[in-house]
């Protein structure tokens, strides 16, 4: 799907999202990411059952007031074990699938928000 939200330059906008790929303004990327409005990292794991508490902890070290976890094609709730570091460091942590946290994303993003994007991709 393409989304047509236009926004600040330098900032991260998720331009579309699709089976196997995320598209970063003009950069496809075809692995798990997380985006921010400042920055995109890759992030390991691959599909839900991947993930880790450790996974989590390096996003609470980035000091977002908001994580949207994007659990690919279907919504997933991960185990609180899992996700405990966002929650000791008082982040707000938002479960969907990734499409929607794509949309969701750049509506926080263009408010202003400190948020963070950890997107699994949606399976092909």
């Given at each position: 799907m393409k989304i047509h939200l236009e926004s600040g330059v330098g900032q991260h906008l998720i331009r579309a999202y699709a089976p196997g790929v995320i598209t970063v303004n003009d950069t496809a990327h075809h692995r798990s990411l997380i985006v921010t409005p400042e920055r995109v990292l890759d992030w390991p794991p691959a599909s839900f059952d991947d993930l880790l508490a450790m996974h989590f902890e390096s996003i609470a070290e980035m000091r977002p007031e908001v994580v949207i976890?994007?659990?690919?094609?279907r919504l997933?709730?991960?185990?609180?074990?899992?996700?405990?570091?966002?929650?000791?460091?008082?982040?707000?942590?938002?479960?969907?699938?990734?499409?929607?946290?794509?949309?969701?994303?750049?509506?926080l993003m263009s408010d202003g928000r400190r948020v963070a994007a950890a997107l699994l991709m949606i399976e092909k």
């Amino acid at each position: 799907m393409k989304i047509h939200l236009e926004s600040g330059v330098g900032q991260h906008l998720i331009r579309a999202y699709a089976p196997g790929v995320i598209t970063v303004n003009d950069t496809a990327h075809h692995r798990s990411l997380i985006v921010t409005p400042e920055r995109v990292l890759d992030w390991p794991p691959a599909s839900f059952d991947d993930l880790l508490a450790m996974h989590f902890e390096s996003i609470a070290e980035m000091r977002p007031e908001v994580v949207i976890l994007g659990t690919g094609a279907r919504l997933k709730f991960p185990a609180p074990r899992v996700t405990r570091a966002l929650v000791e460091a008082n982040i707000g942590l938002e479960v969907m699938d990734t499409g929607a946290a794509c949309r969701t994303y750049n509506i926080l993003m263009s408010d202003g928000r400190r948020v963070a994007a950890a997107l699994l991709m949606i399976e092909k």
